[in-house]
């Protein structure tokens, strides 16, 4: 069964950093696209960052660019999203996405979008806040 989980939210303080996890079981992250989005409460779900699978090519949000690095440790079917100097505006449940196969269609101008993805994990909270 294919699966995705999500780890390493909790409080943080601004100005520091996070680092999520997203671990897959059942398949082989290496050759999908992944994402991470984030909701924050009363908004919609954004998207933060992709790594695309055809070429590694990584996109990120305006809100998040300079700040954020997306990375895959494909021994450990692992993909990373690192946030430094963080914002009380990070708030929000963080949720890992894939976008199935080398020809899954994402884009630089259509990574964001939600229901370009197959498959969710289901969320890790994070909170910034002094």
């Known amino acids: 069964q294919m699966q995705v989980v999500e780890s390493g939210g909790g409080s943080m303080q601004p100005g520091g950093s996070l680092r999520l996890s997203c671990v897959a079981s059942?398949?082989?992250?290496?050759?999908?696209?992944i994402g991470w989005f984030r909701q924050a409460p009363g908004k919609e779900r954004e998207g933060v960052t992709c790594?695309?699978?055809?070429?590694?090519?990584?996109y990120y949000a305006g809100s998040v660019k300079g700040r954020a690095t997306i990375s895959r440790d494909n021994a450990k079917n692992t993909v990373y999203l690192q946030v430094n100097s963080l914002k009380p505006e990070d708030t929000a449940v963080y949720y890992c996405?894939?976008?199935?196969?080398?020809?899954?269609?994402?884009?630089?101008?259509?990574?964001?979008?939600?229901?370009?993805?197959?498959?969710w994990g289901q969320g890790t909270r994070v909170t910034v806040s002094s």
């Open positions: 790594i695309s699978s055809s070429d590694g090519s990584t």
């Open positions: 059942g398949f082989t992250l290496e050759h999908n696209s």
């Open positions: 996405a894939i976008a199935l196969g080398a020809f899954n269609g994402l884009t630089a101008g259509n990574w964001d979008k939600a229901d370009g993805y197959d498959s």
